[in-house]
């Protein structure tokens, strides 16, 4: 399968292969690390593609901790705002790992209802350099993400953007097993 759409209330989730920093969403997620400066990864990705302006109004935000949300804007790319997330370094599953990476996908999401942003991608946080297995990243992300939509109707559209079919296929397989 190519993609998978789902409706959650007045909402669609879908999933798909691609790349993050090419989505046309009100808001793209990226996985930053705390100090804002860019970095690897999608981090870097995004950075490249939206230009200089995204990393200034980052400097000026300063930090995010673990778990936590800032916003820019998008610079260059056609998404009009960067949701800035920091997930977990993955220790061993245990400890606060799940729940920092829980908070860190509910954070965007509050934070990009109160900007009045309607559709938002996100990325699969934590699951590159990070280290966190994706299955396990995978059911965190998806049932935050529907815990959340069940909840607020906002937010219209969230896209998980995954980086290869293997990516792709195991979201597949946990929201089937969720749903
Ligand atoms: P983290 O530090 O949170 O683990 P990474 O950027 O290292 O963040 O990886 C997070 C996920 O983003 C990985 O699954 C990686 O394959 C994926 N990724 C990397 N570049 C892109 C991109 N351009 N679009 C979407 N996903 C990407």
Redesign the pocket.
């Known amino acids: 399968m190519a993609s998978m759409v789902i409706k959650i209330n007045k909402s669609t989730l879908s999933l798909i292969e ?4 090419k989505q046309d969403t009100d808001a793209i997620v990226n ?1 930053a ?1 705390k100090t804002l400066r860019g970095g ?4 870097g ?1 995004i950075h490249r593609a939206g230009g200089p302006k995204i990393l200034e109004e980052c400097i000026k935000i300063g930090r995010c901790e673990t778990g936590g949300a800032v916003i820019t804007s998008g610079g260059n790319l056609k998404a009009k705002f960067v949701v800035h997330t920091v ?1 977990p370094v993955y220790r061993d599953g245990l400890h606060r790992d799940p729940e920092l990476l829980s908070n860190a996908y509910a954070n965007c999401l509050k934070l990009a209802s109160s900007k009045g942003i309607k559709s938002i991608a996100f ?10 297995p994706v299955e396990d990243a995978a059911e965190i992300a998806l049932k935050t993400v529907i815990d959340y939509l069940k909840e607020h109707s906002d937010i219209e559209l969230v896209r998980f ?4 079919q293997k ?1 792709l296929e195991v979201y597949e397989r946990v929201l089937k097993r969720l749903i």
């Open positions: 691609g790349d993050i920093t996985a690390n690897g990864g999608v981090d990705a997930g990325p699969s946080i934590s699951t590159g350099a990070y280290g966190y953007v995954l980086f290869g990516a």
